[in-house]
Nanobody, 120 residues
Framework: QVQLVDSGGGLVQPGTSLRLSCVAS????????MGWFRHAPGKQRELVAT???????NYGDSVKGRFTISSDNAKISVYLQMNSLKPEDTAVYYC??????????????WGQGTQVTVSS
């Protein structure tokens, strides 16, 4: 069983920054991909950013140039540095990790979500 705990959200003003963190625990053999997704009221869940075990990154068009994803494989953690935040970034942000457990079973698990609100 794998558990993800994400944190770092809050209420901030437009133009400021936040850093989200997500740490995994459990019977993890390997992580193949880590990512962040967000869900705003009335909208579909949206890809924010992903990073592979090899370090390849992918960003949603709306956050390119403003957000940066990074990971620490030793700590089984993924981070999202969010700069130049806009009101439209307001959403619940969820971390996601895909990989294999020590029993060689694939997993695809989610954090509980952390609220980011950008408002003046």
């Amino acid at each position: 069983q794998v558990q993800l705990v994400d944190s770092g959200g809050g209420l901030v003003q437009p133009g400021t920054s936040l850093r989200l963190s997500c740490v995994a625990s459990g019977s993890i053999l390997t992580i193949n991909e880590m990512g962040w997704f967000r869900h705003a009221p009335g909208k579909q869940r949206e890809l924010v950013a992903t990073i592979t075990r090899g370090g390849a990154t992918n960003y949603g068009d709306s956050v390119k140039g403003r957000f940066t994803i990074s990971s620490d494989n030793a700590k089984i953690s993924v981070y999202l540095q969010m700069n130049s935040l806009k009101p439209e970034d307001t959403a619940v942000y969820y971390c996601n990790m895909k990989g294999l457990t020590k029993r060689y079973s694939p997993f695809d698990d989610w954090g509980q979500g952390t609220q980011v609100t950008v408002s003046s």
